[in-house]
Structures are given as structure tokens and as C-alpha cells.
């Protein structure tokens, strides 16, 4: 089974503060993304990758970069919190070989910023 | 429980009949679907897919039906049990976009 591990499940930020969000996923996959998940607005893509050192924007780019030094790894941050970026977020890999396929989530890391 | 989504469809149904949760998709282009399935606290999880040059599409106590005519995707999920109670949402995508949409999702309850 793939298996997408997002370091933290809880995290409490203070504003202002750089954060760091991270993912690793063991199945060799080519592409892996970051997605918000709030109530009433569903899932929105912040960034996303298809190979290493190479990022994609979302939908919802802005607040947010992204950073994929390793294949199996691909980083989220926040340059300087903010509290409209209180949320659940949500890492996913997908192969990306040939055409498509399914992307598979981690168990999300739930973000206060106070 | 957390919840994913306000004011969220709800589907409520007795521990072993059937559900049927629907989806109806935004563009005509896509062509390939996913079924995916949230616990309380957990991240999405994948259930089913299936592309546009099929119509139904059978798992193990999941089906997936699609009508591209009407642009609507359907999970059918046969003796549902408690386990099953969860968000289910679709995602469709055009292919080679590597962007999936989301729709917003059902929340699916068991009644004992």
C-alpha cells in the first residue's frame, strides 16, 4: 500500500512565525501535492510537483512555498503565519508515469495560528 | 468528530441496505474519476476509479457508475455497515492536467 506520512497531525504556530509542513511517501511516486481543507470549501491545491526541484502553483498559492530537494519528499511553508491560514492540509502523492491515477493523502496536519 | 465540509448532503441509511451517493461533475472534458472516502479525522482515502471509456465499475462492495451524457457519477455501496460512515467525494480530472477537482462531498451515516 502507499504510504503518505505528514510529520505532525497536530501543530500550534504563533503569527508571524515561519512554519514548516512536511511529507514523505514511499512509493517511489513522481508527483506530489499540497492541498487546505476547510469546512464549506472543500479541498484547494496550494502547490504541487511533478519531479524534484520543479513546483507547480495551485489554486491558492499565495501565503505559501513549497520545496522538493528528494523525491520522496515535499515541504510546505509558510513564510510568516498568519491566522487566515488556521486549517487542515493535506499532503498526496501520485505516480504520474502514465496517464492517470489515483492521488493518495497522508492524514492531514491540523494548523493553529494564534 | 471533525467535520470536513458545512452543511454537507447527508445520506442516511440502516446498517445493511444499500447506498447510493451521487456526484454530479463540472466539465464535459473529464475523463477520469475517483472516489474517495473521509473518516473523522483522517485524510481522504481512495475507494474507486474509473475512466470515461467505462460506464460501471465493480470493487469489493463498491460500484461506480458514470453517465457522461448527464455529467453524473454515482458510488453505490452494497450492505453498508457502521464502518462505512464517512464523507464520500468525487474528483474528476482531464487527462494529463495533473489537477484533480473535488467536489464537496456527502456525509454518509449508519443507522443501527
Known amino acids: 500500500d502507499v504510504k503518505v506520512t505528514q510529520s505532525s497531525r497536530y501543530l500550534v504556530k504563533r503569527t508571524g512565525e515561519k512554519v514548516f509542513l512536511e511529507c514523505v511517501q514511499d512509493m517511489d511516486h513522481e508527483n506530489m501535492f499540497w492541498y487546505r481543507q476547510d469546512p464549506g470549501l472543500g479541498l484547494r491545491l496550494i502547490y504541487f510537483?511533478?519531479?524534484?526541484?520543479?513546483?507547480e502553483k495551485g489554486d491558492i498559492p499565495e501565503g505559501y512555498s513549497v520545496s522538493r530537494e528528494k523525491k520522496e519528499r515535499f515541504s510546505l511553508i509558510l513564510e510568516s503565519a498568519s491566522t487566515n491560514q488556521t486549517s487542515m492540509y493535506l499532503c498526496?502523492?501520485?505516480?504520474?508515469?502514465?496517464?492517470?491515477?489515483?492521488?493518495?493523502f497522508g492524514d492531514g496536519t491540523r494548523l493553529s495560528i494564534l | 468528530g471533525e467535520s470536513v465540509g458545512l452543511h454537507l448532503p447527508t445520506l442516511s441509511v440502516q446498517e445493511g441496505d444499500n447506498s447510493i451517493i451521487n456526484c454530479a461533475y463540472s466539465n464535459s472534458a473529464s475523463d477520469y474519476f475517483i472516489w474517495y472516502k473521509q473518516e473523522s479525522g483522517k485524510g481522504p482515502q481512495f475507494i474507486i476509479d474509473i475512466r470515461s471509456n467505462m460506464d460501471k465499475r465493480q470493487g469489493q462492495r463498491v460500484t461506480v457508475l458514470l453517465n457522461k451524457t448527464v455529467k453524473h457519477l454515482s458510488l453505490q455501496i452494497a450492505a453498508t455497515q457502521p464502518g462505512d460512515s464517512a464523507v464520500y467525494f468525487c474528483?474528476?480530472?482531464?487527462?494529463?492536467?495533473?489537477?484533480?477537482?473535488f467536489g464537496q462531498g456527502t456525509r454518509l451515516t449508519i443507522n443501527p
Open positions: 510537483s511533478y519531479d524534484v526541484k520543479m513546483k
Open positions: 474528483a474528476e480530472t482531464v487527462e494529463g492536467a495533473q489537477k484533480l477537482v
Open positions: 498526496a502523492s501520485e505516480l504520474g508515469r502514465e496517464g492517470n491515477q489515483p492521488q493518495h
